[in-house]
């Protein structure tokens, strides 16, 4: 008998055992993956929605805020700027966009501004679209008016962005600019030159303001969702880690229980780094199983929140593979399969170093 085939036949000999000892580790795979795999997939798909959407350059006033947050409402751009901005001859494509609150029936309403209807996804036709958590507060429905600062319009479509609890009417920006004194919040633009000697030019040039690029938003997410990844990660590692230490009892278990089986396999010519190599196999085989099952189980828990989550919160064009990758799902398998083989180390040396007499002796 090989060593490899006495590992499968000792892995399958304790069925339950083996599953019970499994269970801890996919548990903590499962984990890992899916909240890593969160993080992931949202990052890539802010990504990706970033590079689609917006323009090359974005420009906001430099004391009001900026990034991937966006403006925090209280300070515009200037007329003076918003002019010289649409003078530069090396921008083109130029979309204002504004953003301001107002109360309506005791409501605090977020009112933005679009130039882009592809940034929001939403049932209906463009033109004024709330968030359903407006539209269910107040039973409006697609066909009803609303009024906006004195100004009564036709609600034409409903979005589940903004949370369950925000207030949000989206419209046209020429519609939304005079409601709000023809305030421009941001501007986006593309470039004719290299982005971001472009935004030098622009931070330069127009005083007061502040210029973001793709690659700096990009640079954002990143840092954003790296920091959220390693947080969530952590924690999901406990679990794994836990685990994997039962693998560690689970083995001194079997060590001990087969002395007696392991002192025949030494009298009959086994060498002590194959006894040795036995149970490492063992080892490792409980958790790349363990590791296997745990990401399709993973998969299948972000499938679903895929299906039915996702298109909740404006986010339904985001894809498995995306919060799947194939670097995470090998990472996490060959970590399990490592710290696995690495747990039942000292089980192994402790079953290797079995005296043949006293193996044979064990009752």
Do not use: C, H
Not at 11 to 25: C, D, E, N, P, Y
Not at 81 to 101: D, G, H, P
Not at 189 to 199: E, L, Q, R
């Amino acid at each position: 008998m090989s060593i490899y085939k006495l590992s499968f036949k000792n892995f399958k000999r304790r069925k339950l055992r083996s599953a019970l000892t499994m269970l801890g580790i996919v548990i903590g795979v499962t984990a890992l993956i899916s909240l890593i795999g969160i993080g992931t997939g949202m990052s890539s798909y802010m990504k990706d929605q970033t590079a689609s959407l917006m323009g090359d350059v974005t420009i906001t006033n430099s004391s009001g805020g900026s990034g991937i947050t966006g403006s925090t409402g209280d300070s515009f751009l200037n007329s003076a700027a918003v002019s010289q901005i649409e003078n530069m001859s090396e921008l083109y494509n130029i979309k204002k966009e504004t953003q301001f609150t107002t109360q309506m029936n005791n409501i605090q309403l977020m009112v933005i501004g679009m130039s882009d209807w592809n940034q929001l996804k939403f049932n209906g036709t463009a033109g004024v679209v709330i968030s359903k958590s407006l539209a269910d507060e107040l039973n409006y429905k697609i066909g009803s008016n609303i009024t906006v600062k004195d100004q009564k319009m036709t609600i034409t479509g409903i979005t589940n962005e903004g949370g369950d609890n925000g207030a949000y009417v989206f419209m046209n920006v020429d519609k939304a600019l005079p409601l709000n004194n023809n305030k421009v919040s941001s501007i986006t633009a593309n470039t004719k030159a290299d982005p971001d000697t472009v935004k030098n030019q622009i931070e330069s040039a127009v005083n007061g303001t502040s210029a973001l690029t793709k690659s700096d938003y990009t640079k954002q997410i990143d840092n954003i969702m790296q920091t959220v990844t390693l947080f969530v990660g952590a924690i999901a590692g406990v679990a794994l880690l836990v685990g994997v230490i039962s693998i560690v009892n689970i083995m001194l278990v079997n060590v001990s229980e087969r002395t007696r089986e392991i002192g025949v396999l030494k009298a009959i010519g086994f060498k002590n780094r194959e006894i040795l190599s036995s149970i490492l196999t063992e080892a490792g085989l409980l958790g790349l199983l363990s590791a296997i099952v745990g990401v399709v189980v993973a998969a299948v828990i972000l499938e679903l929140g895929i299906m039915f989550l996702a298109p909740q919160y404006g986010i339904s064009g985001i894809k498995l593979t995306q919060m799947l990758p194939l670097w995470l799902v090998a990472a996490v398998i060959g970590g399990a399969t490592i710290l696995s083989v690495l747990a039942g180390l000292y089980p192994a040396w402790r079953a290797s170093k079995l005296n043949v007499v006293e193996a044979l002796r064990y009752e």
